[in-house]
């Protein structure tokens, strides 16, 4: 899973917030592209990414319940060890100052509307208990988007997830699924370019899901749609993985390329072993 997310972030990431001519003349998922945010070589995954192993190796070693600090302090883990320049600026620069999870805590600006919050939330969705996993979707929200977009957002992520890990319904009824459970009106016929706007990517997210029926047709339409497209991809990838409604074929390049040092291919596969033995 956190394999398959990492390819489409890296993926999607050469294509963030370019022209649309720009994607018309060169995504053809044959080869990944230099991300425009970063100085790292092609097949590199994002900031997207790299919370998502932060929640992943959390759930791992933290059975009991979470809070805001412990949160912050596998935020802060993950980032120090391997710093990454896809974040934004000015949260990019906050962590290279940012020591202690109290400090982050502290210092932090936390009302955030931004997608921050669900592009991480894949692996939350992997937790049987629907009740633990929305408490743990809202405070690792809350951590840095403590918003009701934010939150729902994140929220709406695990359990889109939930919802195939489980095996409640055919793809067709996740839409009004997440919905209801939400209590939110989602849009799953998107057209427009997608920002880095909460409730806008779970939009586009919903929207690629439910017009695809293979893990490339996903990747393919959220870069697309252009805008956000690391973020969407690796959401709509990562839920995608837990239904067998979406044929596995992604390109093999996606695999063969992706970066593999210290928490790289080799890692992702191990953690998302250790993930699925919970």
């Not at 939330?121 to 049987?128: A, D, F, R």
């Not at 959401?235 to 044929?247: H, L």
Request: aromatic share 10%.
């Amino acid at each position: 899973m956190l394999l398959v997310i990492a390819m489409a972030d890296a993926y999607g990431a050469g294509f963030e917030f370019t022209e649309n001519e720009y994607i018309k003349e060169n995504h053809c998922l044959t080869k990944y592209h230099q991300i425009c945010l970063d100085k790292k070589s092609t097949g590199c995954y994002t900031d997207d990414t790299q919370m998502s192993i932060a929640i992943a190796e959390l759930m791992v070693n933290e059975s009991g319940p979470w809070n805001a600090n412990l949160v912050a302090e596998y935020f802060l883990k993950a980032f120090k060890r391997d710093p990454r320049q896809s974040y934004s600026e000015e949260f990019y620069n906050f962590l290279l100052n940012t020591e202690t999870s109290n400090e982050f805590i502290e210092n932090i600006y936390a009302d955030s509307i931004r997608n921050g919050s669900a592009m991480r939330s894949v692996p939350l969705g992997l937790i049987k208990d629907k009740t633990e996993m929305l408490e743990k979707a809202r405070i690792q929200a809350s951590v840095t988007h403590d918003s009701y977009e934010g939150i729902v957002a994140s929220q709406a992520v695990a359990l889109a997830v939930y919802y195939f890990v489980n095996q409640l319904g055919k793809k067709e009824g996740l839409f009004d699924y997440v919905c209801q459970q939400t209590n939110e009106i989602f849009q799953r016929d998107k057209t427009s370019r997608t920002e880095c706007n909460a409730i806008e990517t779970i939009d586009a997210v919903l929207t690629v899901l439910s017009q695809s029926d293979s893990l490339t047709e996903v990747l393919d339409k959220s870069v697309n749609l252009g805008g956000d497209t690391d973020s969407v991809a690796c959401i709509a990838c990562g839920i995608a993985f837990f239904s067998d409604e979406y044929v596995k074929n992604l390109p093999d390049f996606l695999e063969r390329d992706i970066e593999n040092g210290p928490y790289g291919k080799d890692y992702l596969i191990k953690l998302s072993e250790n993930l699925s033995s919970l």
